[in-house]
């Protein structure tokens, strides 16, 4: 006999997202991670629009936005001479449709923290020192081994246990792709001496190649970032040979080859991957902890209807919405990364990547809007903020006194277009609002 639950693999930014999502719908589940302690680094620093839209459902945006900051300026120096220059992420004011139309720095450690604490709040917790060591599955259910020695039985199991993902490699899936860069890279999170914090200093000249030193939003850290051969003698000698100034700490460190490479699989029976485990992005464009979060909120309420006797082919879905959206993004960040180019425009933000060609998606196009289309903010016919009401695990219906309405997903994103009088939307409740045809079409909301 299998318990209901969900085992969930991995505690970075996907496994907790995913955990959130489970635990505000009352879905059992457990959260297990290899790693004794909580992540300590800065790796995925960038958070983009769309990832704050879904933490702002999930109930942390406050805590996100009071932890981070704005990209600061770059200011190239060589010799004696700086030059400060725009921003990676230069500043956008709100709009009506995209309230959060910044890319947010926050270093990944405090990322995780928030979200379990969150998590905590919601009456869970992580079960650190726990690895999976092997599992199988049949049609009932996954029969998983710990690294504890004890056995878990559950219906579903997620991957979410990154680039080395053990449950990946148990269900004989491979990452293909290619590397993008030859050589290795290092990033480290140090404190240093008399540095100004207001810029993010690049040296193009320093020996071996380029030093960029960022400074961590909240912290007295700043995110070194070089290939390693730069700092063969050590971190510490290249900083101070490259900038004259002197390294105090050096709080983390790691080395990474940049890489795109995705699974050709997202589902195998009653196993799922999602984030590094089924792709890995080079850092260029600050996609991959972005494309994780938004692949748990993408399976949760799935998982979460399932999990309550709803149909199995729901989660069909996940790979057929998921896949072609991380292939999209590697191909971003690919050219990101060979281009050096610090113009992002729109192209980051993730904000207009859809699902329209998903099988659940299904009427008409009203206005700009598509089905499977994200559903921007607006202001209804009360003076309130949709958003406001989308937040929480129900869906929602959008009814016009003149005909057309739309039904909107648990996860942000446009069900249908046309009539549409549902109760309950896959399993959730669904929340009827009422506003004017005009309000709802308005200007390209996109």
Not at 358 to 378: E, F, K, Q, V
Not at 429 to 439: A, D, M
């Amino acid at each position: 006999m299998h318990d209901n639950i969900v085992l969930i693999v991995g505690a970075g930014p996907t496994g907790l997202t995913l955990a959130v999502d489970l635990a505000r719908r009352g879905t059992p589940f457990r959260l297990i991670e290899a790693a004794p302690t909580p992540f300590e680094g800065s790796r995925g620093k960038g958070i983009q629009p769309r990832t704050l839209e879904i933490f702002d459902d999930l109930g942390i945006i406050e805590p996100i936005l009071a932890a981070g900051a704005l990209y600061p300026k770059f200011r190239t120096h060589a010799g004696p001479f700086s030059l400060r220059a725009g921003s990676l992420a230069p500043f956008r004011p709100p709009t009506e449709s995209v309230p959060y139309p910044n890319v947010w720095m926050l270093p990944q450690s405090r990322t995780e923290a928030i979200l379990r604490e969150r998590l905590c709040a919601l009456g869970a917790v992580v079960e650190f020192g726990k690895a999976l060591t092997t599992f199988t599955q049949n049609e009932r259910g996954v029969d998983a081994t710990l690294s504890t020695g004890e056995n878990v039985r559950c219906d579903l199991l997620v991957g979410a246990d990154g680039g080395r993902s053990g449950v990946r490699r148990t269900l004989g899936l491979r990452l293909e792709g290619e590397t993008v860069e030859e050589k290795t890279m290092i990033v480290a999170d140090l404190e240093i001496e008399d540095l100004d914090r207001r810029d993010w200093h690049l040296w193009p000249f320093a020996k071996g190649g380029m030093i960029a030193l960022c400074p961590l939003p909240n912290t007295s850290l700043f995110q070194f970032t070089a290939k390693a051969e730069t700092a063969k003698a050590g971190i510490e000698d290249a900083v101070r040979r490259a900038t004259g100034h002197r390294v105090a700490r050096i709080a983390w460190s790691s080395t990474y080859q940049p890489a795109v490479r995705m699974v050709d699989r997202y589902r195998v029976g009653r196993a799922f991957l999602a984030g590094d485990a089924a792709h890995m992005h080079p850092p260029a464009g600050g996609q991959g902890l972005n494309t994780g979060v938004q692949d748990a909120y993408n399976l949760g309420w799935k998982l979460a209807h399932v999990m309550r006797g709803g149909p199995d082919s729901l989660l069909d879905t996940y790979e057929a919405e998921r896949l072609p959206v991380a292939a999209v993004v590697l191909g971003l960040s690919k050219r990101l990364h060979q281009t050096r180019s610090i113009k992002r425009g729109d192209a980051t933000n993730l904000l207009a990547l859809n699902y329209r060609a998903s099988p659940l998606s299904s009427g008409a196009a009203l206005g700009t809007l598509h089905p499977g289309d994200r559903m921007p903010d607006l202001q209804l016919d009360d003076g309130g903020r949709l958003f406001d009401r989308l937040r929480g695990p129900h869906a929602t219906e959008l009814v016009t006194p003149e005909g057309p309405g739309i039904l909107i997903r648990p996860d942000g994103y446009i069900a249908h277009i046309g009539a549409t009088r549902c109760d309950e939307y896959a399993g959730a409740p669904t929340h009827r609002l009422h506003l004017s045809l005009e309000r709802l079409i308005g200007e390209d909301r996109r």
